[in-house]
């Protein structure tokens, strides 16, 4: 049993299960959490039976550290492996008033977004929960979790390899991992899951766990929605936006926030801002305008830099609150849509893409 897999109420389960008193969850969580300590000999406060037991019974394992690359920017990607060839890519994001860590949630991913470096590997297998909260176990170690009395990381967003709601069961225990005080002990806007619109999972997410919601959205109409995400098809725009409506009716959920990658000549005429406007307007929003980030054998190109002021600018006239994502970490492939990792891809559609583009030379 690797204890990262397991939640709070999950691992009061297991001290129960094993004939110990409930309360140990809560000195390991501290340890482990609060401590860095994953050596069961190294937690003072079990006793020395309890201590042996564990390491015959359990392990505490986060992932492995493959490399680590820094950017001009001072952006940190690191690739982290978990054994038979799959590796997934975490990134964090440094700033002056905050620290933001994307996190993945899958090696690769099944939906096939067209614009995406993730979707273009293809889909190997779902990430357990202490492959995902092991994540941010080892960035904060690497990083240095306080420094100065300073929290290093002081957001977490699931917006790396993946669609987190198709992950769901091993996602939850993670989300609550960052919100639980023995934890990493975020609050609920410091913790971001974004999903490409998948209805029911929302709804799901809504009932179980306070955290913020951010949307891929890309387009305003299903037609062009349905080429950049094919997920469209199954649960067109109107669908998705009721699910966004339910989720902020619940008052400790202000607001969502909207994803749109601005593509060259594709997405980003002033007809599709003022159509965003309005189809906005209905749900308490925030939108956030990402230039396209290129990757080898896409046929995109990011919009002008003037497209994106003018698109920025009719948006916010209409009344939504929109801003420009600054590129982060493009000079190591740790932009949005531009992770990769290593994915032994059981869909094939990486090995068609190749076999594609060598057609077309």
Not at 195 to 208: F, H, Q, S
Not at 258 to 265: H, N, S, V
Not at 331 to 347: E, K, M, N, P, S
Request: aromatic share 6%; net charge positive; with cysteine.
């Amino acid at each position: 049993m690797n204890l990262f897999d397991l939640d709070h109420a999950g691992l009061r389960e297991f001290f129960a299960s094993i004939g110990e008193k409930p309360f140990r969850a809560e000195q390991v969580l501290k340890w482990v959490y609060h401590h860095g300590q994953t050596d069961f000999e190294g937690m003072t406060n079990l006793s020395a039976d309890l201590r042996a037991r564990l390491g015959e019974i359990a392990v505490l394992e986060p992932p492995r550290v493959l490399s680590e690359q820094t950017s001009r920017d001072g952006t940190v990607k690191w690739l982290m492996g978990f054994g038979g060839g799959n590796a997934i890519e975490t990134v964090y994001i440094p700033e002056p008033n905050r620290g933001t860590l994307c996190i993945s949630s899958q090696v690769g991913c099944a939906l096939n977004c067209t614009f995406c470096s993730t979707g273009a590997q293809g889909f190997s297998r779902n990430l357990t929960t202490g492959e995902i909260i092991g994540q941010v176990w080892q960035a904060a170690r690497a990083l240095g979790h306080e420094r100065n009395g300073r929290r290093r990381i002081t957001n977490v967003v699931l917006m790396g390899m993946g669609e987190p709601l198709l992950n769901f069961d091993a996602v939850l225990p993670a989300l609550s991992l960052l919100r639980d005080d023995l934890g990493f002990g975020l609050a609920a806007r410091r913790v971001t899951l974004s999903t490409a619109g998948l209805v029911p999972g929302i709804d799901r997410l809504r009932d179980a766990i306070d955290v913020a919601l951010a949307v891929s959205l890309h387009a305003p109409e299903d037609d062009l929605r349905e080429q950049l995400v094919p997920l469209n098809r199954k649960y067109p725009i109107a669908e998705l936006m009721a699910a966004c409506q339910r989720y902020v009716s619940d008052k400790h959920k202000r607001s969502v926030t909207f994803e749109y990658t601005l593509i060259d000549g594709m997405n980003d005429h002033p007809e599709h801002a003022r159509k965003l406007v309005k189809l906005l307007r209905r749900v308490p929003s925030k939108l956030n305008l990402i230039p396209f980030n290129p990757f080898p054998g896409t046929r995109f190109r990011c919009s002008p830099p003037e497209r994106i002021r003018a698109f920025q600018e009719i948006v916010m006239a209409g009344g939504l609150i929109a801003t420009v994502r600054k590129t982060r970490g493009d000079d190591i492939d740790a932009a949005c849509g531009q992770l990769a990792g290593r994915v032994l891809d059981r869909t094939r559609r990486s090995e068609r893409l190749r076999a594609a583009a060598g057609s077309a030379q």
